[in-house]
């Protein structure tokens, strides 16, 4: 093959050069001579353990020059870069005085292995480079391009970060200005998740090599990037979707299933740190986990909170389609740029939907409260008047309590919350509470907050689904506040609370 390189308008490279491959490679350096070599540069493997070599052979026919050859890997740092003596036909490494359990032999600390060939006019050499893969992905595939542009890559994939990195701030900044207007507890989780992705692109980038830390040290820091990534992003889903409020059982298997798998993973990194191998593969398998696992989120949620459930997929979608294209650009080279560069775009529109979807919500529960302070308002006068008609022993109708309604379906989830229950309930029914422990001190706060549901007219299975619990607890807790109330067995639960109520 030939490398036309334009350096100026005037310079021109002329280089011949040619690839060769090997897979499984058992030899060690010294017996170089006895691998086989296939003609190509397709180096790319998934989840490849093992060794794998690369031959260059190249040629300049023309003036002194430099080029660069390039491997597609990003977190693998096993790369090893060796010149051949023709006079004692063995391998001269790059730099045999270099610490390689902290480093590799790449010429500039960028994140793609790479390695500066200088050559004379007309000087003819031979080049082998080693990797090894302990069952992470390999992409080992090499590319030569002149020194010019390797550092055109370099400024590109810089002013790409600073395009991403700076985005990323810029919605914090967007987030922090909303959280500090409403106070809501969303924003935790969702300040949570974007740091986390962060975190996780920094490592897997190897933005920590030449700091000094080993490279099993930063595999192991990895790892735990991803599973932070893994779990705040999981978290926030489900407060997103307010998963915890709509299907309470359902919630608590994703708390235990998240504590199995990224618990039992983080577990066994730390009782067998050497088996990166494994811990790369169980790495893979959970983020495939955790992109099942969102769609089942937003697929159990979708009946309860279908706004909400739509907002999150579009978000969701737009992340998982960047992803998709950055993986078939990764085998099939379809497309300009780099392939991880599509991940980082996909976390881009993602963060920006969610940042959009989130605001809007807010305001539609601002707007809300503001419409349920008027309505309350409203009430309070019709019962005022309505009062002066009813008969101490008149049923309360749950028709009266519309926006107490409103209110527990939308948020009661909180110790604040029940607060602004309580004082909302009590200025529609003022006695209610204080004669009802007046008479019966005994009763718990969970019993008394149950009987309140009972009073308003709420069936079993609302009481459940507000105080997230089974419909047997809410029957359960029936039982036993009836005991205390000491409710004869002859009457019902909902006509003994009318006695509290005073008109």
Known sequence: MTLFSSCSNTERLDVQYSFAVARDVEYDVADFDQIQFTPGQQLDLGFYEGSAWIQLNIENTGKPLSVVVMCGD???????????????????????????????????????????????????????ITTTSDGRILQGSPLLVSLNEFHAIKERTLL????????????????????QSVKSNIYYFYGAYILSSCLMYLFVEGRLYGLGLSHATIDHMMFVAIRMWILTSILFATQFLKTKETNFRFYQFIIALL????????????????SISTLHMTENLLGFLWIMLSLAVVGISYRKR?????????????????VTLGLLDS????????????FKIGTIFEFIGFTYFITVLIKKKLKTSEQLEKDLA????????????????SKIKKTD???????????????????????RFDQLQPDFYNQLLRKHPGLSKSEVRLLILIHIGYSQKEIADILRI???????????????????????????????YKK
């Open 306 to 322: 279908k706004l909400e459930s739509t907002y999150y997929l579009i978000a969701f979608s737009a992340f998982i389609f960047f």
């Open 160 to 179: 790409f970060d600073i395009i991403f990195y700076g985005a990323i701030a810029l919605l914090v900044l967007i987030n922090l200005f909303y959280f």
């Open 259 to 274: 504590i199995l798998t990224l618990g039992g993973a983080t577990l066994y990194q730390f009782f067998f740190p050497d």
């Open 74 to 128: 990003l977190i693998n740092r096993n790369y090893r870069f060796y010149e051949l003596d023709t006079l004692s036909n063995s391998l001269l490494p790059y730099d045999p005085d270099l610490d390689l359990a902290y480093q590799d032999h790449r010429t500039y600390n960028f994140a793609k292995p790479n390695f500066q060939i200088d050559l004379d006019e007309n000087e003819k050499k031979t080049f082998y």
């Open 378 to 393: 409203l009430t309070r006068q019709e019962l005022g008047e309505k009062q002066k008609a009813l008969d101490v022993d």
């Open 401 to 423: 309590f519309a926006n107490i309604f409103k209110l527990v379906e939308s948020s009661l989830s909180t110790e604040a919350e029940w607060d602004e229950f309580k004082v």
């Open 331 to 342: 085998h099939l080279t379809m497309l300009p740029g780099d392939p991880f560069s599509y």
């Open 470 to 500: 089974a419909p047997d607890s809410v029957k359960k807790g029936r039982n036993r506040a009836r005991k205390k109330l000491e409710v004869p067995s002859e009457v019902r639960l909902e006509d003994f609370l009318l006695q509290f």
